[in-house]
């Protein structure tokens, strides 16, 4: 897990859990390939990478160095407009990407439509 959002939601989850497995690391994104060779050097088979949801230059740099790019979003107007840029954003670089909506409350007429 690796934490590029300066907010540090990631983090603050990562603190509060009590299982042993997974590494962690918060980085600066601008410093954000160094440490993702580091962990491909140490055949770390998956990285799962949390960036701020409005950065697109914070994102557009996670894209450069993902394999695969997922976008969580809730079931609200906003966030699947944000899925469409990010989304534009993978595939301008050929990277595979898809998107997960979470928060939705099963059969609303949103979360219909969202999916």
């Known amino acids: 897990m690796v934490d590029a959002n300066p907010q540090g939601s990631l983090a603050s989850w990562w ?3 009590v299982a042993e497995t997974s590494l962690f690391a918060a ?3 601008v410093r954000l390939a160094e440490p993702m060779s580091a962990l491909q050097r140490e ?3 998956l990285i799962v990478l949390d960036t701020p949801p409005a950065l697109l230059d914070t994102i ?3 894209i450069s160095v993902a394999d695969l790019v997922l976008i969580p979003a809730r079931p609200i107007p906003h966030d699947l407009r944000a899925v469409g840029v990010v989304g534009e954003m993978a595939e301008a670089t ?4 898809g998107f997960v909506v979470n928060g939705a409350t099963p059969r609303t007429t949103m979360a219909l439509q969202a999916g």
């Open 60 to 62: 557009g740099v996670a």
């Open 27 to 29: 980085v600066e994104v």
């Open 94 to 97: 050929a990277k595979s990407f």
């Open 43 to 45: 055949r770390v088979n």
């Open 15 to 17: 603190n509060r859990r």
